[in-house]
Nanobody, 121 residues
């Protein structure tokens, strides 16, 4: 069972920055895709950014150019650098990781508990 430890959420003013971290542990296999999603009480959970083990990244349209996703494979840790934050970025941010076995088959997807990001105008 994979455990995810998220950190880095908080409150900032418009234009500020935050850095989120997500560390995965407990997997007997390998961690492939790692991603951040976000959700508000009135919106579904949407993809913010994702990164594969070989470094391929994908971003949601609303965060391109402002957010940067990265990872340290040796530590199964992912980061999300969020710059130029806007009130519409306010949400609970969830870490999501994919576990793959030695045959390359996906064997599980796991969610973190979420971390609140609040951007005030």
């Amino acid at each position: 069972q994979v455990q995810l430890a998220e950190s880095g959420g908080g409150s900032v003013q418009t234009g500020g920055s935050l850095r989120l971290s997500c560390a995965a542990s407990g997997s007997p296999y390998s961690i492939n895709t790692m991603a951040w999603y976000r959700q508000t009480p009135v919106k579904q959970r949407d993809l913010v950014a994702s990164i594969t083990a070989d470094g391929r990244t994908e971003y949601g349209n609303s965060v391109k150019g402002r957010f940067t996703i990265s990872r340290e494979n040796a530590k199964d840790t992912m980061f999300l650098q969020m710059n130029d934050l806007k009130p519409e970025d306010t949400a609970v941010y969830y870490c999501n990781v994919e576990e793959k076995n030695s045959a390359g088959r996906s064997v599980g997807w796991y969610w973190g508990q979420g971390t609140q990001v609040t951007v005030s105008s």
